[in-house]
């Protein structure tokens, strides 16, 4: 596909990813279940916590560190954003236990956040308390521009009390320096990616060399404050710019990338002594992610139907 068809593309499926008539009847077909399925378990690592868990022992013995993910956003239901906060808490405990030394992200959306920012804060303390007694730290991502001020407001009254909890930026933001010199007065650890969602032009930067050095500005604002920084990109020429500066060098500083997203680059990384975080996620919540990662990078398109022809892959052969 030209690169024009290839973002026109990228958009439409954002579109379709959010379409929740579209999902269900994905779901509730016996057919395109099992096809959708084995196209995603290249990018998640399954349905169950047996199965993030089990994929991160093995990448953290092949020389990675690992973020875990229990996948959902959006969750409009009370009882359904305790029973997410308790998968969270159960995974906390099932890493804890097994010796499993792991990040744990999440959208607040999915904890609490579109149902009452009350409940999400509450839920938060309890998953941050939990994960602070086993020496696990937490990430929240971050989400559409309009969740901003939330989520940043619950983030900076949590990690007073306990800074094992770190919040995403997302680069295409112009608001996100102003956002990035206040947090570095926090303690938390920053993730900063370049931003999957639409958003109005007004408010972001498009995909450019604009949006690259801004990138960088905020990385390298990270390192001169000795900050604690997750570097979430698969962007090679970036990355590359960030080795040639030495960043990576830093011991407050790693490479952070998706299970199923370039392999290969993450395991040059980690063989060249870098420290490299692969992020997996896990749960029945996978068609929305399945569908940002190949907006993300089109021609994954063309991965993902030689996987629902072939059957599923398990990426962490890759590694």
Known sequence: MLPTIEKQFADSLKSIARNLEIKEYIQQSPELYPLFLSSAKRFVTGESREDGVSIGDKLIHKGYRISLE???ENTINKEECVRAKDEFIALVKECGNRGISSRVSF???HIGLSVDPELAYQNLLEMAKEAQSYGISLMIS??????????????KKVVVEYSNVGVTLQAQLHRTLNDLNELLNYSGAIRI???????????????????DQRYLELVELCVKADHQISIASHDEALLKQI???GYLQNPYVEAE????ILPE?????????LPVRVYLTYGVEWYLYLCHRIAEYP???YVAITDAIHGEKDSSQLY
Do not use: H, W
Not at 142 to 155: G, R
Not at 200 to 206: A, G, L, T
Not at 257 to 260: A, D, E, I
Not at 265 to 273: A, H, I, Y
């Open 70 to 72: 229990f996948i959902g």
């Open 265 to 273: 680059l993450s395991k040059q990384l980690k063989d060249d002594g």
């Open 193 to 211: 990616v370049k931003g999957a969602y639409q958003e109005p032009p007004d408010i972001c930067i498009p995909r450019s060399d604009k949006l």
């Open 243 to 245: 080795i040639e500066r």
């Open 299 to 301: 021609p994954n398109i």
């Open 107 to 109: 959208d607040l959306s």
């Open 257 to 260: 990338m998706l299970y199923g």
């Open 142 to 155: 971050m989400e559409e521009s309009a969740k901003t001020d939330l989520i940043l407001s619950i983030y």
